[in-house]
């Protein structure tokens, strides 16, 4: 007997050591539910201390693997996330566009969580006005944020202008994350009209690494399953939440989330 399954494409780098990037995406759509597929922008040397090396891969190739898997498989919905040059994300721009990929969740990654730079200067003004444009939902954390308007977001008050200036760039809502902010952990929402806000406690762990990807994956996931723009967010925001509380102890760094913790917890239960 066979079954259908909601299906999520990640467009991304690959984290050697499989806390963010793909690794964090595909975990976090099986965990959600959703078959999950990846096109590989860019290979890194990453532990949970840095990264020690990139390659980018050839331009067309990431072509080839994107339309190998909406030809054959499809996508629900389409996540982004690692872009790091010009030619990268034009190409993704010109996939998103001859394939009507949609939803389309951005996360615009511009550093790595141990601060090495994943986004190239040059890329930046590619990433405002090609690929923001087509988004969905453009999830930036506060220093992503500034970094694509210039404003500098230390209070939800911030958050609020920097989400204002993304929307202008074209996306059709923005949630800019409250990871970096002090106290309560509150990620703002904005539609182009309203403003709404995502709260949980602030988890005291190290242990966040692939936290932006883990966030961006699981509102994918969402979308990918049916779920409305608002209702998928809070899935993601919870997901993440449970995924810090259980964070695992690896490496001498930023250790990653348990991205499935859910199941280890059921499986505890058991009889």
Known sequence: MTRTIPTAMTIAGSDSGGGAGIQADLKTFAALGVYGTSAITAITAQNTLGVTAIHEVPTHLLTAQIEAIVTDIGADAVKTGMLSSSAIIETVVEAVRRWHLAPLVVDPVVVAKGGDRLLREDAVEALR??????????????WEAEVLTGVQVHTVKDARRAAKAIASMGPRS????????????????????????YRAERVPTKNTHGTGCTFASAIAAGLAKGLPLGEAIGLAKEYVTRALRASLDIGSGHGPLDHFSMLRRRRAARP
Do not use: Q, W
């Not at 006005?129 to 506060?142: D, E, I, M, Q």
């Open 129 to 142: 006005t090609r690929l923001l444009p087509l988004a969905t939902v453009v999830t930036p954390n506060a």
């Open 174 to 197: 923005v949630v800019v994350k409250g990871g970096h902010l002090e106290g309560e952990a509150i990620d703002t929402f904005y539609d182009g009209s309203h403003f709404r806000e």
